[in-house]
């Protein structure tokens, strides 16, 4: 049971990944049935003893097995089209936050209320407390408030990374010279695990992400008193 709950997505801290999964099961479902179905007529084909040793052409089958595949192909891309526009649509953020990677750690800028901003290491596994997870934890984490649209805006100071958090389905690289964003709604509270997911050098993963989603009467109180 559990190797078959880590072949799985996460459980979702944002509408995003929810849709990420309901594309994946309705590709899936789709797969499944060709597979099933060319499966079967193979196996017929070679256990039957049946013949036809005058069919030298079908055009009514040709034609069939050239639009089915077709109608299949656009139940696929209309959802998909879907998803891509969903992902890159910018809504009007409540909080924007530049997130800037650095060999190795990362950079966080606050400018919405006011000029925050502060590093964020990993804690080395010798300061870890009994709860805490190894290669994860950092000594700052990224604050944001649940059921609030953010951006992230995303850059790098030396090499090309990537800010992803997979439960959230956030993945935006980081690019020197170059702004990237992106937006999403985180829907519970919790907290959310990352890393970077480009090799962006020897210490590439040591660079963790952690996001600390908390309620917005929260968030406001530890803008106040940072």
């Given at each position: 049971?559990?190797?078959?709950?880590?072949?799985?997505?996460?459980?979702?801290?944002?509408?995003?990944?929810?849709?990420?999964?309901?594309?994946?099961?309705?590709?899936?479902?789709?797969?499944?049935?060709?597979?099933?179905?060319v499966?079967?007529?193979?196996?017929s084909?070679?256990?039957?003893?049946?013949?036809?040793?005058?069919?030298?052409?079908?055009?009514?089958?040709?034609?069939?097995?050239?639009?089915?595949?077709?109608?299949?192909?656009?139940?696929?891309?209309?959802?998909?089209?879907?998803?891509?526009?969903?992902?890159?649509?910018?809504?009007?953020?409540?909080?924007?936050?530049?997130?800037?990677?650095?060999q190795?750690?990362?950079?966080?800028?606050?400018?919405?209320?006011?000029?925050?901003?502060?590093?964020s290491?990993?804690?080395?596994?010798?300061?870890?407390?009994?709860?805490?997870?190894?290669?994860?934890?950092?000594?700052?984490?990224?604050?944001?408030?649940?059921?609030?649209?953010?951006r992230?805006?995303?850059?790098?100071?030396?090499?090309?990374?990537?800010?992803?958090?997979?439960?959230?389905?956030?993945?935006?690289?980081?690019s020197?010279g170059?702004?990237?964003?992106?937006?999403?709604?985180?829907?519970?509270?919790?907290?959310?695990?990352?890393?970077?997911?480009?090799?962006?050098?020897?210490?590439?993963?040591?660079?963790?992400?952690s996001?600390?989603?908390?309620?917005?009467?929260?968030?406001?109180?530890?803008?106040?008193?940072?």
């Open positions: 049971m559990a190797t078959w709950k880590s072949l799985s997505f996460l459980d979702s801290s944002s509408f995003l990944l929810e849709q990420l999964s309901f594309f994946h099961d309705h590709a899936l479902l789709i797969l499944t049935m060709i597979t099933c179905t499966a079967y007529i193979m196996v084909l070679f256990f039957n003893k049946y013949n036809h040793r005058f069919l030298l052409e079908g055009h009514t089958i040709e034609t069939i097995w050239t639009i089915l595949p077709a109608f299949t192909l656009i139940f696929i891309a209309l959802p998909s089209l879907k998803l891509i526009y969903l992902i890159d649509e910018i809504r009007n953020p409540m909080v924007t936050i530049k997130t800037i990677g650095h190795w750690y990362w950079s966080y800028e606050y400018s919405d209320f006011k000029n925050i901003e502060f590093d290491y990993m804690i080395p596994t010798n300061d870890l407390k009994i709860f805490n997870f190894r290669l994860l934890e950092v000594d700052n984490r990224t604050i944001l408030p649940y059921m609030a649209p953010i992230v805006i995303t850059a790098s100071s030396d090499v090309i990374h990537s800010w992803t958090v997979p439960s959230s389905g956030v993945k935006i690289d980081a020197p170059r702004l990237n964003q992106m937006s999403f709604t985180l829907n519970r509270t919790g907290m959310y695990y990352g890393q970077c997911s480009e090799i962006c050098g020897a210490n590439h993963s040591f660079m963790p992400i996001i600390e989603s908390i309620s917005n009467k929260n968030f406001f109180k530890w803008i106040k008193n940072i």
